[in-house]
Nanobody, 126 residues
Framework: VQLQASGGGLVQAGGSLRLSCAAS????????MGWFRQAPGKEREFVAA????????YYADSVKGRFTLSRDNAKNTVYLQMNNLKPEDTAVYYC????????????????????WGQGTQVTVSS
């Protein structure tokens, strides 16, 4: 599985961005998908996750109510809509997928994912 993340950029605090992650593979709907982020000098942290069917999602407390994760299985793509961005959201954002079979499950730990995209930079200015 190859993952291609896009949509990062520079935005002012309070603004919005939408990240996309396009995946290869013929059974995309079986992959649990997630987003993690890593700020300079910090460890990578969980942001959001979605089950293969898209019926279940989970968010880190720090983004709950501001970020929305969705997927279009017909397009093999997940979307992370980020609203009301804050300077502390500045990080490289990585999309990730598990090895499949997760139609109804999502995961929040890095070790539960098998494939990682290249990352996209999000910078929020104050």
């Amino acid at each position: 599985v190859q993952l291609q993340a896009s949509g990062g950029g520079l935005v002012q605090a309070g603004g919005s961005l939408r990240l996309s992650c396009a995946a290869s593979g013929r059974t995309f709907s079986s992959y649990a998908m997630g987003w993690f982020r890593q700020a300079p000098g910090k460890e990578r942290e969980f942001v959001a996750a979605i089950s293969g069917t898209g019926g279940s999602t989970y968010y880190a407390d720090s983004v709950k109510g501001r970020f929305t994760l969705s997927r279009d299985n017909a397009k093999n793509t997940v979307y992370l809509q980020m609203n009301n961005l804050k300077p502390e959201d500045t990080a490289v954002y990585y999309c990730t997928a598990d090895r499949g079979g997760s139609y109804y499950y999502y995961y929040i730990r890095e070790t539960e994912y098998d494939y990682w995209g290249q990352g996209t930079q999000v910078t929020v200015s104050s």
